[in-house]
């Protein structure tokens, strides 16, 4: 596997899977971070004018004021910390940007990794406007700052990629020649997405995997006859409508 | 066997997972959605062994990941355990990195005695710390004709007090340990810096013969206040060792724990500092008590800081 292909990391867990973690970049959390304060300054606004509202010098004002430097201080340190440690390990602004916050080896966000990573947010911001932050996340293929690195939390994206689809249609067709793993899954991977592509493309891609069609129906498509080799390969044995070939060209095919 | 067949077959155990994923955690059965969650992660590996059509391995990783996420959530943020982490590991943490609170002491009494003795003989060497203005503020804040103390007479109430003081104190004492990042001299500066504020005030306040009111202040709330600001840069300091000296780890891990370690640190900081800012707003500033009794009850509050980090932890 080439790590430089893409950002995604992969973490093992106990019962022997990996699990993927596709990181946010910049321009993504830059948004979320810019939802969020926009958020934080209406609640602040919000305070403001409720807390101000009595005016004068009473004591009441007075507790009001005390309440208004807590609420300051709440938003100010702990408004991703309480958000990210909901069930949702968001704050308002990634949960916008279907973000959320994992530990790096895929675990849920732990209350000690919240806390670290959002203590530090003090130094991503030096020394003007997350500069170190922003330098941090543009370095790391993983986009991490350094409250993340050492929070060991990262951002990550929370939907999941949709599953590639159905099989496209096409009479199966036993492979002609033995297949590896590799091969066999590089084939179905063409059943499954030949139906995003245009048919153009779909027979240059086929033309690529020709060595593995000979002997199929010469009067197919290479598109065709590669899906229906995918087809075979995903275990559909029967023939659909107008049969191209009899059942008695597949006997003796080693199944994989 | 064929990718359909394994389909064929196991098709309901994946979509009762798929289904339990979506429910509520409270109206799950542990037991079968753990079963199945393991049944799923084998169906999974073989699978992706067998090279079956990528719909299957997608399907399978898109719900395993789901319910790995349910299985191994920390959802236990109950009293009993913040109770926990705060009575034992706390101090059981702070003991094991007594080096570093002893470093962080003297980086703040050092600065705070040589500034307070300073001052207190040459009092216009404030004015290279604070301006005229912050001097004059700071001794009338004292002056023993005062009502209350601590503040000028138009700065608010004792609950306008406390919030400042919860906002100011915390964010010095979080500045102090996420510095420490700065190779540990984010940690050094922000302790040095506060002990010579601290330490020039005192002596400048001294100086001004308002020794008395601000002594009986600064004594019961600094049990708490300073000793937090020195726990979170001694914290700071270990991080910082950890980026300078990483030893035989990568610094990135190195980082990680000693960050994991210390975090522990912070937060019980952070508790101590709104029990400070409770007392300095509420019973600190009182005009009304006399010095022996506030005295009295530093005393009381330093021992009982001492005998908490002190004290043998009950079992974990």
């Given amino acids: 596997m080439n790590p430089a292909i893409d950002t995604i990391l992969t973490a093992e867990t106990p019962e022997g899977i990996a699990i993927s973690i596709r990181p946010a970049g910049f321009a993504v959390r830059a ?55 909901t069930a949702a390990a968001a704050t308002p602004g990634k949960r916008i940007m279907g973000l959320v916050v994992l530990m790096v080896n895929g675990l849920p966000i732990t209350p000690a990794g919240c806390l670290i990573r959002n203590l530090l947010r003090f130094v991503d911001a030096l020394p ?5 932050g922003i330098v941090c996340i543009l370095l790391r293929n993983d986009s991490r700052r350094i409250g993340d690195l050492a929070g060991g939390t990262v951002v990550a994206y929370r939907d999941d990629v949709q599953p590639a689809g159905s099989l496209a249609a096409a009479d199966p067709i036993p492979p002609p020649t033995v297949l590896s793993t590799r091969q066999q899954i590089a084939i179905m991977a063409f059943g499954f997405r030949v139906g995003r592509l245009t048919p153009q493309r779909a027979e240059e891609i086929a033309e690529l995997a020709s060595g593995a069609l000979q002997d199929t129906p010469a009067r197919l498509s290479l598109t065709a ?4 080799v995918a087809r075979w390969l995903h275990g559909d044995r029967a023939v659909h409508t107008g049969a191209v070939h009899t059942g008695a060209a597949h006997t003796g095919s080693a199944a994989p | ?89 706390f101090p059981t943490t702070v003991r094991a990195h007594r080096g570093y609170v002893a470093l962080a002491a003297l980086l703040f009494l050092g600065p705070a005695l ?8 040459k009092p216009d060497l404030i004015l290279s710390i604070v301006d005229a203005g912050t001097a004059t503020k ?10 209350v103390l601590g503040r000028l007479r138009d700065a608010g109430s004792n609950w306008m007090m406390f919030g400042f003081y919860i906002m100011n104190n915390i964010t ?7 510095a420490g990042i700065l190779l540990g001299i984010g940690s050094v500066y ?74 522990v640190i912070v937060f019980g900081s952070a508790v101590m500092l709104v029990i400070a800012a409770a007392i300095e707003a509420f019973w600190s500033s009182a005009a009304w008590l006399t010095p022996t009794a506030k005295y009295s009850g530093a005393a009381v509050c330093w021992i009982l800081v001492a005998l908490f980090f002190l004290r043998r932890p009950y079992a974990d």
């Fill in chain 2, 114 to 121: 040589a500034l307070g003795f300073a001052v207190y003989h």
């Fill in chain 2, 172 to 178: 010095i004492a979080f500045q102090c340990f996420a």
């Fill in chain 1, 31 to 85: 948004t979320a971070f810019l939802i969020d304060a926009a958020i934080r300054f209406v609640f602040l606004m919000i305070c403001a004018t409720v807390l101000g509202a009595g005016g004068g010098f009473g004591s009441g004002a007075r507790f009001r004021g005390g309440l208004f430097l807590i609420c300051l201080f709440v938003l100010n340190w702990l408004y991703p910390v309480i958000f990210e440690l």
């Fill in chain 1, 128 to 132: 003007l406007g997350y500069a170190f």
């Fill in chain 2, 190 to 263: 922000f302790i040095a810096m506060n002990g010579a504020f601290g330490g020039a005030i005192a002596g400048y306040v001294a100086s001004a013969g308002f020794g008395g009111t601000f002594f009986s202040f600064v004594a019961t709330h600094s049990a708490f206040e300073l000793t937090a600001i020195v726990l979170c840069g001694a914290a700071g300091l270990r991080i910082g060792r950890a980026v300078l000296l990483p030893g035989r780890l990568p610094r990135t891990t190195a980082l990680e724990l000693a960050a994991k370690d210390t975090s």
């Fill in chain 2, 138 to 147: 700071f001794e009338k804040m004292y002056d023993p004709s005062n009502e």
């Fill in chain 2, 1 to 89: 066997m064929t990718a359909l067949e394994f389909q064929t077959v196991h098709e309901k155990l994946w979509a009762e997972l798929e289904q339990a994923v979506r429910l509520p955690e409270r109206q799950l059965d542990p037991q079968r959605f753990l079963a199945l969650y393991r049944t799923c992660c084998e169906h999974l590996a073989l699978a992706e062994a067998r090279g079956f059509a990528s719909g299957i391995v997608e399907r399978l990783s898109i719900v395993t990941a789901r319910a790995h996420q349910i299985v191994y959530r920390q959802s236990d943020f109950g009293i009993a355990r913040i109770a926990r982490v705060l009575l034992n590991r």
């Fill in chain 1, 225 to 228: 006859r590669l899906v229906g």
